[in-house]
Structure formats: structure tokens, C-alpha cells
């Protein structure tokens, strides 16, 4: 049966790295226009790469990478400004003086191209994201005062303020106590829902999305699994990938990792 919806990023037997290093193998993946899709591996396994590809930021080694309508393996095609990006969070300067409405505005610079102005249509974009993450209240506060779930509110409207069709959001619950964890999930698929946008979310957190997104990504420098939840998250598949770090209860997978890197 021929999938109705259209592809948007298509992996040819896609490899990634450099010569003698292959940090992704021969990927072959299509995503579709408006799809909800949760990229899993272990550390090291592939997903900050793969996020890394879409974004037009290495080209394949080998193979192809089809974004959109385009074939163009020049990096940096105007397309690109057609993804939205929210990277690992790092930690803000409490004094660092920049407001929540600036912050935002800074989505809109890759969306113009170097050297325009920004005017009063980019003003209203930008009030308008903050208004879809709820946080337009406090457009004129201080980036740095705010909680680690409202900074995270900030940064994602930044990327919807570029208007983007595609949102990737690299794990986007680190550092984050676990409400504000919940809120964050739960703001993206809203997002998902009321925007269309096609929606990539790398975690380590399977349990937070397992329920929430169309299809997991299985990567550990190859894709072992592109499918619905329940056809991933089997015991034979994960053990392939995880080992025995991997305990499985009645309803939960517990992956016992090496945290210690995202603190």
C-alpha cells in the first residue's frame, strides 16, 4: 500500500563520518510530512548525527540525502532554513542580558538571511511563537531568571519563530525536573498536532514519548528498527541494541545508562 502522505527527508543508503570513522552505516529512512518521530539509541549510537545530516550540516559519505523536493548535496540550501533546531540545552547565564523576545527574534535571523533588519512582521512572528509555547507573559523578562522548563518554552519558540516544517529537538527533557519534563513532551505534541510540523525527538526518556509519536528511530550506527512503538520496543530488538543494560518491566523499559554525561 502506497503511503498517501509525502515524503519530506528521504536517507539512501546513507553513510556518515569520515573515512575510517562511520559514526552512522548505510541508513535508509523516509519521514513523512507531518510524522511524529522519537530517535532512540544508546550514547554514542548516531541520533545528534542523524540530527546533524538533516540540518544540512554533513553531507553523506555515501549515498543520499533528499530534504524536501531537493537532491542539492550543497550544504546550506535556502531549504535548510525550513528546519527548526533546538539543541542540547546548556546552561544559561543567570546574568546574561537578553530578554525572552530577543531570544526568540534570534530564530527569525536564519529565516531573513544575513545583514536584513528585522521589522515589524519578524516582531509579530516572533510574539506569535511565544504565545503557542505560553510564554508571552513574559516576553520583556530576563532570559536567565527564568525555570530550566520556561528557558526550554523560549528556546523552542525561537525555532517555531523561523517557521519551520520540520522541528528537531535533541533532547529536549535533560537537565529538567520531571514536570517540567512532562510539560516540555507535551508542548511538543501539541505543537505537532496544531502546526502539521514534522517532528523529530531525540531522547533517551522512551517511556515520556512511547505513547505519543507515530514511529521510533532505533539507531546504534545502523538503523535497527523505523516503525510503530509497539513493534520497537520488543525485547528481541532492544536487547540487539542495549545489551544488558536493558531491564524490562510489566510497563516500563528501564535502560541503565551512563547519565553522568548530561549533568
Known amino acids: ?17 569520515f573515512p575510517g570513522l562511520i559514526a552512522l552505516s548505510d541508513i535508509s529512512l523516509t519521514i513523512y ?10 550514547n554514542g549510537s548516531g541520533k545528534t548525527t542523524l540530527c546533524r545530516a538533516v540540518l ?9 540525502l533528499h530534504i524536501f523536493d531537493c537532491a542539492c548535496d550543497k550544504l546550506r540550501c535556502y531549504h535548510r532554513a525550513k528546519i527548526g533546531y533546538l539543541p542540547q540545552k546548556g546552561v544559561v547565564d543567570r546574568n546574561f542580558p537578553v530578554t525572552v523576545l530577543e531570544t ?10 544575513l545583514f536584513k533588519r528585522p ?4 516582531h509579530a512572528i ?9 510564554m508571552e507573559a513574559h516576553k520583556d523578562d530576563a532570559l536567565g531568571l527564568l525555570s530550566g522548563g520556561q528557558q526550554q518554552r523560549v528556546f523552542i519558540a525561537r525555532a517555531l519563530a523561523q517557521q519551520p516544517k520540520v522541528l528537531i529537538l535533541d533532547e ?10 512532562h510539560n516540555v513532551i507535551e508542548l511538543v505534541q501539541h505543537l505537532h498536532d496544531q502546526l502539521k510540523l514534522t517532528v523529530l525527538l531525540i531522547t533517551h526518556d522512551i517511556n515520556m514519548i ?6 521510533l528511530v532505533l539507531l546504534k550506527t545502523k538503523l535497527f528498527a523505523a516503525a510503530p512503538p509497539a513493534d520497537v520496543l520488543k525485547p528481541e530488538i532492544l536487547h540487539q541494541v542495549y545489551g544488558k543494560e536493558l531491564v524490562i518491566t510489566e510497563n516500563d523499559l528501564v535502560i541503565v545508562e551512563d547519565y553522568h554525561h548530561h549533568h
Open 126 to 134: 516572533a510574539l506569535e511563537a511565544l504565545t503557542q509555547v505560553g
Open 1 to 17: 500500500m502506497s503511503d498517501p502522505r509525502e515524503p519530506i527527508i528521504r536517507f539512501d543508503h546513507a553513510s556518515f563520518g
Open 119 to 122: 521589522g515589524r512582521t519578524d
Open 210 to 215: 512511547r505513547s505519543r509519536v507515530d514511529r
Open 33 to 42: 510530512e507531518g510524522e511524529f518521530l522519537g530517535v532512540i539509541g544508546p
Open 104 to 113: 526568540v527574534m534570534m530564530g527569525r535571523y536564519g529565516a531573513l538571511g
Open 172 to 181: 529536549p527533557t535533560t537537565g529538567l525536573d520531571i514536570t517540567a519534563q
Open 56 to 64: 544540512g550540516l554533513l553531507a553523506p559519505v555515501q549515498g543520499h
